[in-house]
């Protein structure tokens, strides 16, 4: 019981940081429908933010909750200025074009940061400095042998804070009336005065955001960061996108804590019943594939019918 | 002159090509000029190149299927040819040689591989296929992905083809061959290249090839039309796996190494960008696509000092640029030939109106209609 417990705190911690991503996901798909490959690449972006930020502020001597509120909010501003940059100007002259064209030029784009980053700054990890004190990582006792240490506590409590700020943003503002409008039509949202180009690069600041948020709060609980980072944890954010409904934002969260309990009860019991723990990235992909065959739609997802 | 006699014409030339450049790269050369071996390496990897753009060109440029796991299935190919060498082919390979003489002997092993590589890579794009190809657009590339994805780690945790140390021969028991032979060269690797062209043409060229075109342009309409739509999804995916993984055969003889590493999604990427460079819906395009993907990193290594280390991202800036300026490829749906520079001095003004005489309409109308602005759909 309390290992299971304690995986099961472990497992909803990474889920947490896949849900914050895929959160970007899931609001640019639901408004383009558009598969943002570069969206695991803002994460890294974020995350590389963080800790140059923290270099040139002097933050990293002085560890604190204020130099890591600082190095977070800094974080999710740059990522959110870069989010906008990559949809102005490569999402946008695309937009018209098919969806094969637009896909490809995610992809591109997120080789080309990868590469910019390779190239720039090396390919080695680099060590994100430790904001929690030299007692982050020394679990509370919770009951029996179950423990949450420091980091832990802090990034359930920034990502749940997140979450409710974006659920209020989209649900009780204008600018999220906008935003709901524009991803149930774009055409007829411009038809009724909104400025639907405004709409979509807030859409991909905020999510952007988002990732930067997940790649700070990780690198609290996995100070190793690196320019590729941001490929396998982006794809498995997609997945728990599409497993809570691609388009859904209480599904995104969903998806995220799902598939990061699996991930972790893989590796914690895989072995039982004959799954090495190796196979804990195969998880995701499996997962997406059974909920594409079972219910496309995704767990909270309408469905659609596809138009002709 | 009677087809069949041009036909075998063209055979011998390309044999007698395909024997020449071997010998060209060989340890004594050609009349004593020798191709460097970094050259002729590239040259080979072009070759297989070559084959897995082509192949995907038949799935996503010609039938409109977007797939993502390309690399997955030149890894089935790979791994299985080269585990049946390794395992099971030294005493058959000592009878035969007994029989018909070591070359003899050896070239019908290699060709007994790869032809398991490439059935158990068709068994493979069957099974991802069946159940894949129900879904469209952006789902199929994400799962196709997926399926790839899996494949590698699945192949990562099989230990008696070396895990994640990678395959080099033999592991314990230490009961094969002691390193992968070198079974393949030139004249394999340039002869499947033009063996997956020719297929590949007569397929699209075929009422196959029509049905799938069809389903690219619309897959509605062409099913209201009596294509049975995933029947043909099904055939093109199979036929493309299978020659992905007569790729990965020849990759594994040629280099008589296979780690994961070399089949992760970057990999697939690789070969869609060939076919986004060349023109989706171009074979030609295709094999343009992938010899400048497969030799500009190569040729970006000589770039001085600081900017070799930016090549990648050179490579990178090039398909957005493509993306942006020209979203059909450099080819778009054309053929590149003899015909085409004939046509192209008779008219220079530009081709002939679709429906003409004397022009196959697959080298007209066959756009993805990557160049047309098209609605974003909504609910």
């Known amino acids: 019981m309390d290992t299971f417990v304690q995986q099961l705190i472990n497992g909803l911690n990474i889920g947490a940081i896949y849900a914050l991503i895929a959160l970007g996901y899931t609001m640019v798909y639901g408004i383009l429908r558009l598969i943002n490959f570069a969206h695991g690449d803002v994460y890294m972006v974020g995350a590389f933010a963080g800790y140059f930020l923290a270099l040139s502020l002097g933050l990293a001597a002085a560890p604190s909750f204020l130099s890591l509120g600082i190095v977070l909010v800094g974080s999710m501003l740059i990522a959110a200025v870069v989010g906008v940059i990559i949809e102005r100007f490569a999402y946008r002259p695309v937009r018209k074009y098919s969806r094969m064209t637009t896909l490809i030029m995610a992809i591109g784009v997120s080789l080309l940061i990868e590469n910019l980053f390779v190239a720039q700054i090396g390919a080695a990890p680099r060590a994100f400095p430790d904001f929690l004190g030299s007692q982050s990582q020394l679990p509370y006792r919770l009951f029996g042998n179950a423990a949450i240490s420091k980091a832990q506590i802090v990034i359930f409590l920034v990502s749940v804070a997140l979450m409710v700020l974006l659920q209020w943003i989209v649900y009780k503002t204008k600018v999220g009336t906008a935003m709901r409008a524009v991803s149930f039509n774009l055409n007829s949202a411009k038809l009724m005065g909104i400025n639907t180009d405004a709409i979509i690069s807030l859409t991909f600041g905020i999510g952007s955001a988002l990732a930067a948020a997940g790649g700070v709060l990780t690198a609290q609980y996995n100070p190793n960061i690196d320019p590729l980072m941001g490929i396998l944890t982006g794809l498995k954010a997609f997945v728990a996108a599409v497993l809570g409904g691609i388009g859904n934002i209480p599904g995104a969260v969903l998806g995220g804590l799902l598939i990061g309990a699996a991930e972790t009860f893989v590796v914690g019991y895989g072995h039982h019943i004959g799954i090495a723990s190796t196979y804990r990235d195969a998880v995701a992909f499996a997962i997406l594939i059974l909920v594409l065959l079972i219910r496309p739609s995704g767990l909270l997802g309408s469905t659609v019918q596809e138009k002709v | ?379």
Request: hydrophobic content about 50%; cysteine-free.
């Open chain 2, 1 to 379: 002159m009677p087809t069949f006699i041009k036909r075998i014409l063209g055979l011998v030339i390309v044999v007698f090509l395909l024997v020449a450049v071997n010998a060209w790269m060989g340890r004594e050369g050609l009349f004593g000029f020798g191709l460097p071996y970094y050259y002729a390496e590239i040259l080979n990897l072009t070759g297989i190149s070559i084959i897995l753009a082509v192949s995907l060109n038949l799935i996503t440029g010609f039938t409109g299927q977007f797939s993502i796991g390309h690399a997955g299935f030149m890894a089935v190919g790979a791994y299985a040819s080269v585990f049946m060498t390794v395992y099971y082919s030294d005493s058959a390979e000592q009878w035969l040689t007994s029989l018909l003489g070591a070359t003899l002997a050896q070239s019908l092993v290699f060709l007994g591989v790869i032809i398991v590589g490439a059935l158990v890579a068709a068994l493979a794009g069957l099974v991802v296929g069946i159940p894949s190809l129900r879904l469209r657009g952006d789902y199929l590339a994400i799962v196709t992905l997926g399926f790839a994805e899996i494949i590698r780690i699945v192949i990562l945790n099989i230990d008696r083809v070396g895990g994640a140390t990678g395959f080099r021969g033999r592991v314990p028991p230490w009961d094969g061959r002691l390193i992968i032979p070198a079974y393949a060269n030139f004249i394999w690797i340039g002869g499947f290249a033009i063996i997956t062209i020719v297929v590949v043409y007569n397929i699209v060229n075929s009422d196959v090839g029509r049905a799938l075109i069809s389903i690219r342009e619309d897959e509605l309409a062409s099913e209201a039309m009596g294509v049975n739509t995933t029947r043909y999804k099904v055939i093109a995916f199979v036929i493309s796996s299978s020659f992905a993984g007569i790729a990965g055969a020849l990759f594994g003889h040629f280099r008589q190494f296979l780690h994961t590493n070399d089949f992760q999604f970057i990999r697939s990427i690789e070969i869609i960008i060939m076919i986004v460079l060349g023109g989706m819906g171009s074979i030609t395009g295709a094999v343009l696509g992938a010899i400048v993907i497969t030799i500009l990193p190569e040729l970006l290594r000589k770039l001085p000092g600081d900017l070799y280390g930016y090549r990648l991202v050179i490579y990178s800036a090039l398909l957005i640029l493509i993306m942006l300026t020209r979203p059909q490829g450099v080819m778009g749906a054309k053929e590149f030939g003899i015909s085409w520079l004939k046509r192209a001095q008779r008219r220079p003004e530009g081709d002939k109106p679709i429906g003409e005489k004397g022009v196959p309409i697959a080298q007209q109308s066959t756009s993805p209609n990557l160049d047309q602005p098209k609605e974003i759909e909504h609910r």
